[in-house]
């Protein structure tokens, strides 16, 4: 079940592939996407079978048929015409899922959309693989403009596409959701390609994501940020509707895509909209960088003169200022936050192994706790939002950790960040999951059934648990116990 799966960032790829490696690779992959425009298979009939206007969950490629994708064509779709394509990039593989937020907006715009079954987080050489597997096929089968090749993806799948985007410079833009480009990666004046940014207001990578924007300008990049309301998850359709209807204006300003004024037009009545109505709720802050990027995107487009005096008028503005104030010092105390308890739980582990009675049993579990019970208790939002990044940040900072612990057979270090997880989100079958191995290879074995019983409880499909527990070899040592026996009769 994929969906147990907990997004790791995209740390480890520095582990096992050096720049240069990548360059290699990426080189690669740009010449293969440069040589397709010429390629064909001469109106394939397999393409022909492909139905269109609905998610196809799996395709697989035709020179690599462990490769596989999800695709969709849009109702109007011919090979007459040369299409734009988005390649997806989900965290965890989850190709069909990732593909059906965007079902409706490549439809509404006119876009094929292929989502990778193969990518996940990890090392960089499967996501590569993976890449142009689906690069490949798509471009084989189909009629597509290479001119308007789009990455899009969430999570450490958002670096991944900013990192392809940046390395194979073959991109007219990139989608980056709850993430920006690669760890210890900056956008530069010599990457062209657009921008588009969506993050939910609970997202712990939200005080990534907003300060990328001032970034993105720097480095004269387009760029666009949507903020939606959730945690760090796809953002919903509409967003991807917005998403790609501004690639489709950014194409049509760099005469990429013929020039649509009734569409353009459209497309900035609906941003001075939803500008004016942040001003008249009172969030001057949102509405000030709606401003400054609808006069960015739609200059030589449209008259933007209003937008940029508006932008200048709320720039100046009290309100918006203590606002921005006050949202760095939300981000420092996210920051700090996070890091207390991470802190925590690696003194803890450390502890564990060197005997240090210095440090309070169970601290880091219980400053999670606290966290938690802080987020659900806070009444006043922006308060309670803190919270919730900053708790994220725990329960996904501790999986990394954690999985890197047990990489290493630090089992006693992993047991300590999983509990942590476990704490920042009770309601993970995953984390329990992974808790009960490594306190089974720590020697741990009450703790392990302990953890394992909590794992039972939140599973949705006991026969793929029960399944699990016949089949993890991690757990060989509990399994003659007989509370585990009683647990998989059950």
Request: net charge positive.
């Amino acid at each position: 079940m994929p969906s147990l799966h907990p997004p790791r960032p995209m740390l480890s790829t520095s582990r096992v592939y050096t720049y240069r490696m990548q360059r290699m690779v990426l080189a690669a992959f740009l010449l293969t996407i440069s040589s397709m425009a010429s390629l064909s298979l001469a109106q394939t009939e397999s393409t022909s079978l492909l139905p269109l206007g609905a998610v196809i969950p799996r395709v697989a490629a035709a020179q690599d048929p462990q490769q596989t994708y999800a695709l969709y064509l849009p109702k109007r779709y011919s090979q007459e015409t040369r299409w734009p394509v988005v390649y997806i990039f989900d965290p965890l593989a989850r190709g069909e899922l990732a593909l059906r937020q965007f079902e409706h907006a490549a439809e509404l715009n006119g876009f094929i959309v292929a989502a990778s079954n193969n990518s996940r987080n990890g090392p960089a050489a499967p996501q590569i693989a993976a890449a142009q597997a689906m690069v490949d096929d798509t471009q084989q089968r189909f009629s597509v403009d290479t001119q308007r090749i789009y990455f899009a993806g969430f999570s450490g799948g958002a670096r991944v596409s900013s990192q392809l985007a940046v390395l194979c410079k073959c991109a007219a833009g990139v989608l980056l959701s709850g993430a920006g480009f690669p760890v210890r990666s900056r956008p530069t004046p010599d990457v062209k390609f657009a921008v588009f940014s969506a993050v939910g207001n609970a997202d712990f990578n939200y005080s990534e994501v907003v300060p990328l924007q001032e970034q993105l300008e720097k480095a004269a990049l387009p760029s666009w940020l949507r903020v939606f309301d959730g945690p760090h998850e796809w953002p919903p359709a509409e967003v991807m509707d917005e998403a790609l209807a501004w690639f489709r204006v950014q194409a049509m300003k760099s005469k990429l895509q013929p020039r649509d004024n009734i569409f353009i037009a459209a497309q900035f009545a609906a941003a001075n909209q939803r500008a004016a109505s942040q001003e008249q709720s009172g969030d001057l802050l949102s509405a000030w960088r709606e401003y400054r990027q609808a006069a960015g995107t739609f200059d030589s487009l449209m008259d933007v003169a209003a937008d940029r005096a508006n932008a200048e008028s709320l720039a100046k503005d009290k309100v918006v200022r203590d606002r921005l104030k006050r949202e760095r010092a939300d981000f420092e105390e996210q920051s700090r936050l996070s890091d207390d308890v991470l802190s925590a739980a690696f003194r803890l582990a450390a502890s564990s192994t060197n005997s240090d009675p210095s440090v309070p049993a169970q601290s880091a579990a219980q400053l999670a706790r606290d966290l938690r019970k802080r987020s659900l208790a806070e009444k006043k939002p922006d308060r309670a939002l803190i919270f919730k990044r900053a708790l994220g940040g725990v329960f996904i900072g501790s999986i990394e950790a954690g999985n890197a612990a047990l990489e290493k057979k630090d089992n006693a270090m992993a047991v300590q960040y999983f509990a942590c997880a476990a704490e920042a989100n009770p309601e993970s079958e995953w984390v329990f999951r992974q808790l009960a191995i490594a306190r089974a290879l720590s020697g741990d074995h009450k703790g392990a059934i302990e953890a394992l019983r909590s794992a039972h409880k939140l599973s949705k499909d006991l026969t793929v648990f029960s399944n699990w527990l016949d089949t993890e070899p991690n757990l060989t040592s509990v399994r003659a116990m007989s509370e585990f026996k009683a647990l998989r009769a059950n």
